[in-house]
């Protein structure tokens, strides 16, 4: 399981609350401890500040004097205000970081005569993620109407979202066919009109993933996670309304739906980068039928790409995973036992109920829940989480985005596992199976 070269593009309403606090720190005040520390001013600025130190400047090299004792004398935050500076309030301003959320770009000489190797095909770029901004190439034509299933209280705004974008925006809307066929809304005269001009579909049936420009989903943090399990390849956009039970995916209030779509539609707003788990099942042909029919019957799963080597006598599943990876006991009473591969080494046997394998988006969810830690979604990392491990030295581990993870039964487990995508899909691991 490796990160995925194709990532979810997720609308953010929220911009710059970070850089604004900042902004009125610089203004109020020159030195950042004094906000932090204010019982230690007046001791402080009773100090003598210490004299500076002479800086000497080798021959060879063309320094401005000034400009090194003007470096010299101003004051870097956390330190002691030198009484001598003469330098405006603003410095703070000058002085800090725009980044905030990346580091600086890695060096590539070590010493006087140590470097790396020069690789064409490595390539490292580094993007602040504020200035992330969606644009259109063409207008936005057909848009997905994703809403939460078997929730009364979301017809209302289901039905004033449609009706906005096609009778105002003169968009084309794709909904699925059991919202349509929902008798709530072929009951309402009033919506009969526009329910003859929504486009419907059947998700394992019809491919939707070429013909979309953009999503929108009613509902929580599951019914975003619904939406992009539909897109196997390239994700559209996705604004994600608050309407449901969980909200860490999904920042628009619907209250002003009207505003921020027509926003959207636009171009130039915010959005954020989110990374997808890339994950294939390699099976034994053999073990493999029942779970097969099963799997393409599944009334809430779609039928995933799959690769069949009759010389190997094996099946190939490829899915792909925006919140996590999870591999648990099932339905046994034995601990789960299976084995943790990082780039082809065995890297640890995890006994217990399981493991989640995680991406940053993920790390709010199961794995959060497990006991680890909440990774930004701009951090290009996989995390791996035990569950319930029976041992008292593994704990949740963060590897690069780029490595491939593979996990498969112990050789002296007792019985099978079971895995699952999003909490989708859920199907069996046997010996052999990875």
């Known amino acids: 399981m490796e990160r995925a070269e194709e990532m979810d593009n997720f609308i953010s309403a929220a911009q710059v609350p970070v850089y604004e606090q900042l902004d009125r720190l610089s203004e109020h005040n020159s030195d950042p401890e004094e906000v932090i520390q204010p019982h230690r001013r007046q001791a402080r600025r009773e100090k003598v500040p210490k004299e500076p130190m002479d ?114 925006k003169q968009l084309v809307v794709y909904v699925e066919k059991k919202v349509v066929e929902d008798s709530a809304l072929s009951n309402d005269e009033a919506f009969h009109t526009i329910r003859n001009q929504l486009c419907s579909f059947r998700e394992g049936y019809d491919d939707i993933s070429k013909c979309i420009d953009l999503i929108v989903c009613l509902g929580g943090d599951g019914t975003l996670l619904y939406a992009s399990s539909l897109f196997q390849g390239s994700v559209p956009p996705v604004m994600a309304f608050h309407l449901g039970s969980l909200g860490f995916l999904t920042p628009f209030k619907f209250e002003s739906y009207k505003t921020e779509v027509t926003k959207v539609f636009e171009g130039n707003a915010a959005i954020v980068l989110r990374s997808r788990l890339k994950v294939k099942v390699v099976k034994d042909i053999k073990h493999v039928q029942e779970t097969v029919n099963k799997y393409k019957v599944e009334e809430n799963g779609l039928v995933p790409q799959s690769h069949t080597d009759k010389e190997a006598g094996t099946i190939t599943i490829q899915l792909q995973a925006l919140n996590e990876v999870v591999v648990d006991r099932g339905p046994s009473s034995y601990l789960s036992n299976v084995d943790l591969y990082l780039d082809g080494r065995l890297i640890t046997s995890v006994q217990g109920d399981g493991v989640i394998v995680s991406t940053p988006t993920g790390s ?47 050789p002296d487990a007792r019985s099978t596992a079971w895995v699952s995508f999003d909490g989708r899909k859920r199907q069996e691991i046997q010996h052999g199976d990875r």
């Open 55 to 168: 800086v000497k400047i080798p021959q060879e090299r063309n320094v401005d004097q000034e400009q090194v004792h003007r470096s010299r004398d101003e004051q870097l935050p956390g330190r002691p205000e030198n009484t001598t500076t003469t330098e405006s309030p603003k410095r703070w301003d000058r002085c800090r970081r725009g980044h905030f959320l990346h580091g600086p770009y890695p060096a590539t000489h070590f010493g006087p005569k140590a470097c790396i190797l020069p690789n064409p095909t490595s390539v490292m770029h580094i993007q602040d993620p504020a200035s992330q901004r969606l644009t259109w190439s063409e207008p936005p034509v057909n848009v997905l109407v994703i809403k939460k299933i078997r929730d009364e209280s979301l017809l209302e705004p289901f039905k004033q979202l449609c009706r906005f974008l096609v009778e105002e």
């Open 364 to 410: 709010t969810a199961y794995a959060a829940a497990a006991g680890a830690s909440m990774i930004h979604p701009n951090v290009p990392a996989i995390m791996v989480t035990p569950i319930c491990p029976h041992s008292l030295s593994f704990r949740p581990i963060v590897v690069p985005a780029g490595v491939e993870l593979m996990i498969m039964l112990s």
